[in-house]
């Protein structure tokens, strides 16, 4: 099984709950409430991911949450966020 880390972010009761992932850019996601963005961060990834495999390019290599937290780009985003776990859709795990 593969698995990303996404970042959430919650932003306040009147703005929507923000999903993405550090490994994939333009891979966003978002829900009404934290609940509601998580279980809409996987669609969000399948879909990533067979656009990807559409486009005949790799799947990208998902980094550890060491990694990331490593990566200045990403660091201040970790601290200061809900880090999430968000397993391979099955059908994406086709064309590992």
């Known amino acids: 099984m593969t698995h990303y880390i ?4 919650d932003a306040g009761p009147d ?3 923000g999903v ?3 490994d994939l850019p333009g891979c966003v996601s978002a829900g009404d409430d ?9 669609e ?3 879909l ?4 990807v ?15 990331l937290k490593a990566d200045p780009d990403v660091a201040d985003d970790i601290q200061n966020y809900i880090v999430a776990l968000i397993e391979t ?6 064309a590992e």
């Open 15 to 17: 703005v929507a709950v």
């Open 20 to 22: 993405w992932f550090p």
């Open 44 to 46: 969000a990834l399948e």
């Open 34 to 42: 934290l609940d509601e963005a998580l279980r809409n961060a996987p």
């Open 89 to 94: 859709p099955s059908r994406a795990h086709a």
């Open 48 to 51: 990533y991911l067979a656009q």
């Open 53 to 67: 495999e559409q486009d005949g390019k790799p799947q990208p290599k998902p980094r550890s949450l060491t990694e």
């Open 6 to 9: 996404a970042i959430i972010e």
